[in-house]
């Protein structure tokens, strides 16, 4: 029989794979062990269900729905926007320039983007300023920190929209030319290329698109603290509530094991629906 | 003859919708991103001698009194500091830690491989505010909570699937027929790594090692939780100006002082970066 | 109803790269014509021209008597078989094969039908749900192929369809694309880089070179009288040389060339004139008679090199002026390198050409 000869290439896999993991179990351990009642700072730890009674409160439904919402529509509203432009681009002069600038946001960290977007869309910030002039309404609109979220919306569209942008636009360019043309050629006019080449051939990675934005805005804590309504406020920030201001960190834990719980079945759903789709 | 002036005006109008859609688009695209940017400027030169207030669309006089205020009286220079030192040792941390295992993941056919690529991507996934909860906790009993070393604990695990993915793709990419034809004409171990392997991941690791420095220099989430109120960085500084104490103008100065590396790394990596590169660090799959 | 092609004064430049000029030809209803040139001389740019994804900047293109310029290319009723082949990713390669009939809206009843008949005769039964990147370098292009031939449009353009395929099979096909499109009538514009499939399958051979055309012809003729250097060196082997005429009366003309002074026909040549003569390697025959005869150009030579070609002997004879020249021999004939030969070039198998 032959020996297996054994592969020294799984050690080199230590230093990257074996840190993400260490670190990544190491607190999803904690995180479920501390919904359970363990690892307590202080006070007795021992196994109790209490905390995950407690959790499911109005607060806790509003706050997983806003963030939730938030994520979703950011992903959908982006994904609108991203793919038109990305069709329309492909055919401007100059595209390299615009998807340049167009990069710009994507490259602001977080809390910054959403300063500058408050710092526009606040009382009596430029955009109610324009619209006051062009009597289009009477009186400012309140959109930053506003109950239906619009600031945080608006904060998360302008940061994702370049985001997505980048993956639809190359998705789309590596379409070969060719490839468009035989369909030409064999009679498709342009609603027909696009209907059964272009988008056909981009829906994996617009699906990719929007998940990535989903994760990404379902987990902020950043942009909704300081563009989004007091309340509800993220799952996010609920969890960083119970952990600092109230020290229950067991509950913190729970609305922690929640969130990974919501986040793992949108994406088990939502790539399940796409298989659908994709078939 | 009248189909010709037809055709000729129907040419015509295409010519201008050619030359006024890229137009229109343009200035949809300015206001889009330059507004914002030029309103923080704005702010941030505004004199407080003259408070720009409604309903005037600019201030009425510019100062660069702010600027001042917060390098002289602040704790920013502090900051900026720290926020550069700590990218410098995250992006030499992820480095060295990535350089073996996209090595592996990249060039060996190990078995496993795709699930291993997967795990890679679970620190963009995993929800920041968690991790950094109870990431946090185990770094307070190991005492390394409120120290560089904490801090660059965190920021490596955050930065290091970017420079993970980038040389993954990178050494993917490079044909192994080309490895082979360099054995073929005599080169050894040594020389197929100086002459071969190290010139073909630079660009992957330039690309790589911009990303981290980018990802440290604007970690918040993290930052936050474990190197409060010991370590702070620009990120966090921003946050307690828009916190409670919102002050428009300071945030404005803070918040461009946060800009500036990140339109820097923009501009080299159109130049410099490779899309596939920029695509690997998207965590297009 | 077949269409004539008049492609009138075209020309083509990327940036300031000049990829047609004024390109002008007519193929007939029903005519299987063939562009030949080297690699880089403009021929995909011109199907592309003709197919409507690239205006020209000059010029017109003609369907029967319709100008076809502002035509877009899906209202166009061509099909092309691309050069890189162009199937869809996404598709299987039933869908790809298929995707034509179903744009022009064909019954499914006969689409099924055709695209069995189609993938039986490029040899592709039983890949049907296959995807593109699921198939070798040879399969792709026989699904492009296919594609292109199910649609039985008025004109078929072909870009190198076979280049991939192994010579059997390139054979096998090629016979099938020639029937179909005889059976049907449809104008054919094939491009290829084989001279000898070029010259076996077309009824016009078009030589290109630079973005221009230099010769359009038969077969027979553009081998045996090409118009230029440049055609007589790109199909077929040829000897090259220059000279000059000597002296042209009646139907001979003596010409002084570096293999030595040879009698041409004369085709309205005046003395001193500089021409090229091309002199095909099976056109040298040796001889072993010993009589000369006095209407043929007898020239001796050393024997440098023998090459069993499998049909054919190529032998590389040095002349006493130092040219070398190339002739084609019986396989069977006996010569060994070193000796000298002798051999006969009748006038009528050189063709002079201008410049
Ligand atoms: N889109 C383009 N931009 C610039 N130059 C081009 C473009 N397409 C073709 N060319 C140039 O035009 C010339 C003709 O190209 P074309 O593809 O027609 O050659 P070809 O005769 O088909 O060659 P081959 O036999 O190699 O396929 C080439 O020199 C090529 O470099
Ligand atoms: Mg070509």
Known sequence: MKRRKFEWGYLLLIPGVGYIMFFVLASLYIMFAQSFGFYNYTGTSEFSLQFWQHVFSRTFFDDLWFSFRTALLTALISIIICYPLSLILQRIPGRKTFLSILKIPMFVPALVASFLIVNIIDYHGVINMILEKLRLIDEPLRLRNDAAGIGALSVQIWKNVPFQMIIMYSAIEAIRKDVRDAAANLGANRFSILKEIIIPITLPSALVAVIMVFVRTFNDFAISKTAGPYYPTSISNLMYLHAYTFADWNTAACIGVMMMITSIAFVSFYSYLSKKIGN | MNGQLIKSQKKLTRRLLELLLPFGLLSIIMVWIGLPILYALLWSLVNPEYPWSYPDLFPTNLSLFQWEYVFKYTTIVKSIGNSFFLAFLTTIACFMLALPTAYALGKRKLKGSEFFKIIILLPMVFPGMAMGLFLGRMLHVMGVSGTYWGVVIVHTLVALPYMLRILIVNFESMPQDLIDAASNLGAGNWVKFTEIYFPMILPGLVAGAMFTFITSMEEFNLTFIVGAPDITTIPTVLYSYLGENFLRTRASVVSLILLIPNLLFLIVAERKIKTEYMGAALGKM | ?355
Not at chain 3, 173 to 181: F, G, H, L, P, S
């Open chain 3, 1 to 355: 109803m077949a269409t004539r092609l008049i492609v009138n004064g075209i020309d083509k430049a990327f940036d300031d790269f000049q990829a047609l000029s004024n390109v002008s030809f007519t193929i007939e209803p029903g005519q299987f014509v063939t562009l030949l040139g080297p690699s880089g001389c403009g021929k995909t740019t011109l199907l592309r021209v003709i197919a409507g994804f690239l205006e020209p900047d000059q010029g017109e293109i003609f369907f029967g008597d319709q100008v076809m310029n502002e035509v877009p290319p899906n209202k166009r009723n061509t099909a092309m078989c691309f050069q890189s082949y162009a199937l869809f990713p996404h598709k299987t390669v039933y869908e790809n094969i298929n995707f034509g009939l179903r744009m022009r809206k064909i019954k499914v009843e006969e689409q099924e039908k055709r695209v069995r008949e189609v993938m039986e005769m490029v040899d592709l039964v039983g890949l049907e749900h296959r995807k593109p990147y699921e198939l070798s370098g040879g399969q792709q292009q026989r699904v492009a192929l296919a594609r292109a031939i199910i649609v039985r449009p008025e004109i078929l353009l072909f870009d190198e369809p076979l280049s991939n395929l192994d010579a059997k099979l390139r054979e096998k096909v090629r016979v099938d694309i020639r029937n179909i499109q005889r059976s049907l009538g449809i104008t054919t514009v094939y491009v290829t880089h084989d001279q000898a499939e070029a010259l076996a399958i077309s009824d016009v051979v078009i030589a290109m070179n630079k973005g221009k055309i230099v010769q359009k012809s038969d077969p027979k003729t553009i081998y045996n009288h090409p118009s230029t250097k440049f055609v007589a060196d790109f199909i077929g082997s040829a000897n090259i040389i220059s000279g000059t005429c000597l002296e042209a009366a009646g139907s001979t003309a003596v010409v002084n060339t570096s293999l030595g002074i040879l009698q041409v026909q004369n085709t309205g040549l005046i003395q001193g004139d500089t021409i090229f003569l091309c002199i095909r390697p099976e056109d040298i025959v040796p001889d072993v008679s010993e009589n000369v005869l006095p209407d043929q150009n007898v020239l001796t030579g050393e024997v440098l090199n023998a090459v069993y070609m499998g049909s054919s002997l190529d032998l590389f004879i040095r002349m006493d002026t130092q040219h070398i020249v190339r002739a084609s021999v019986a396989k069977d004939t006996w010569v060994s390198e070193g000796s000298q030969i002798r051999f006969i070039v009748h006038p009528d198998k050189i063709c002079i050409m201008k410049g």
